[in-house]
């Protein structure tokens, strides 16, 4: 696909994804949303992108839903739920994506750039970031694109319920105290606080990103400890059958920088 509602540019095994319809503070209109779902089915196949990094072009992460945009359903439920589940698919891919995504949020993430961001493995806020749920303040339910699975996990019951049920925003430092992002800086040194992340994680090898990625997952949802360390003891077996892994020991040994090759 052409893209032209998103920007995706490779630096290494980063992929840098911009939303970009800065004059709509980069809404989500039907091309947009497709866009993002051919991006993202590409991702699970994609052993060359190790890490995806999502921004915002212009003032704005993400503004939400663009409104002023028609609907592209003949206003029937089971075609209502057709145009829901095209966006509500978007926070299922980029959890299952083997990739970690990390958001660079600054200016406004409200409903779907809300979900966006929450769907991020990790958050890092410019001092402009706001985000709420904004679907209650229209009229619609605050539980929508994965906001009611995410949030409460990100901050807990209570502070997820006071903005779920108001729809007012949290803002950056607020933001940083509730454990929504990880980190607060200026906007204009959110791409190099980004850049410093990528470096990090991919000084890791590429399956242990990808089982990290996927047992952290799993082990939020688990049903007792027992699973969540069966999971964990599955990965870490897994792992030490690599060469990579016996790389990495002779380079911690040896005091040098390994050289990883995914094998």
Request: proline letters at 4%.
């Given at each position: 696909?052409?893209?032209?509602?998103i920007?995706?540019?490779?630096?290494?095994?980063?992929?840098?994804?911009?939303?970009?319809?800065?004059?709509?503070?980069?809404?989500?209109n039907?091309?947009?949303?497709?866009?993002?779902?051919?991006?993202?089915?590409?991702?699970?196949?994609?052993?060359?992108?190790?890490?995806?990094?999502?921004?915002g072009?212009?003032?704005?992460?993400?503004?939400?839903?663009?409104?002023?945009?028609?609907?592209?359903?003949?206003?029937?439920?089971?075609?209502?739920?057709?145009?829901?589940?095209?966006?509500?698919?978007?926070?299922?891919?980029?959890?299952?994506?083997?990739?970690?995504?990390?958001?660079c949020?600054?200016?406004?993430a409200?409903?779907?750039?809300?979900?966006?961001?929450?769907?991020?493995?990790?958050?890092?806020?410019g001092q402009?970031?706001?985000?709420?749920?904004?679907?209650?303040?229209?009229?619609?339910?605050?539980?929508?694109?994965?906001?009611?699975?995410?949030?409460?996990?990100?901050?807990?019951?209570?502070?997820?319920?006071?903005?779920?049920?108001?729809?007012r925003?949290?803002?950056?430092?607020?933001?940083?105290?509730?454990?929504?992002?990880?980190?607060?800086?200026?906007?204009?040194?959110l791409?190099?606080?980004?850049?410093?992340?990528?470096?990090?994680m991919?000084?890791?090898?590429?399956?242990?990103?990808?089982?990290?990625?996927?047992?952290?997952a799993?082990?939020?949802?688990?049903?007792?400890?027992?699973?969540?360390?069966?999971?964990?003891?599955?990965?870490?077996?897994?792992?030490?059958?690599?060469?990579?892994?016996?790389?990495?020991?002779?380079?911690?040994l040896?005091?040098?920088?390994?050289?990883?090759?995914d094998s």
């Amino acid at each position: 696909m052409n893209y032209r509602a998103i920007d995706v540019r490779r630096d290494g095994a980063a992929a840098w994804l911009t939303l970009n319809r800065p004059e709509r503070l980069n809404a989500l209109n039907p091309q947009m949303v497709d866009e993002l779902r051919d991006y993202f089915t590409g991702l699970a196949h994609d052993t060359e992108t190790r890490v995806v990094v999502i921004r915002g072009a212009g003032r704005a992460f993400c503004a939400g839903l663009d409104l002023k945009e028609p609907g592209t359903g003949d206003g029937s439920p089971s075609s209502g739920m057709r145009g829901q589940r095209r966006i509500s698919d978007l926070a299922l891919m980029m959890h299952r994506a083997p990739q970690p995504f990390i958001a660079c949020v600054h200016g406004p993430a409200s409903g779907g750039g809300f979900a966006l961001a929450l769907a991020a493995d990790v958050r890092l806020a410019g001092q402009s970031a706001r985000m709420n749920a904004a679907f209650i303040r229209i009229g619609l339910s605050a539980c929508d694109v994965g906001v009611s699975y995410f949030l409460p996990r990100a901050v807990g019951a209570s502070v997820a319920s006071e903005l779920m049920l108001t729809g007012r925003f949290i803002h950056a430092d607020r933001a940083l105290a509730t454990g929504l992002v990880s980190a607060v800086v200026p906007d204009d040194q959110l791409e190099k606080e980004a850049a410093q992340l990528v470096d990090e994680m991919l000084a890791t090898t590429p399956l242990a990103l990808r089982l990290t990625k996927e047992c952290l997952a799993a082990s939020v949802d688990a049903s007792s400890l027992d699973h969540a360390i069966a999971m964990e003891d599955r990965n870490q077996v897994l792992c030490t059958q690599t060469s990579d892994f016996r790389e990495g020991i002779s380079a911690f040994l040896a005091k040098r920088t390994p050289n990883y090759t995914d094998s």
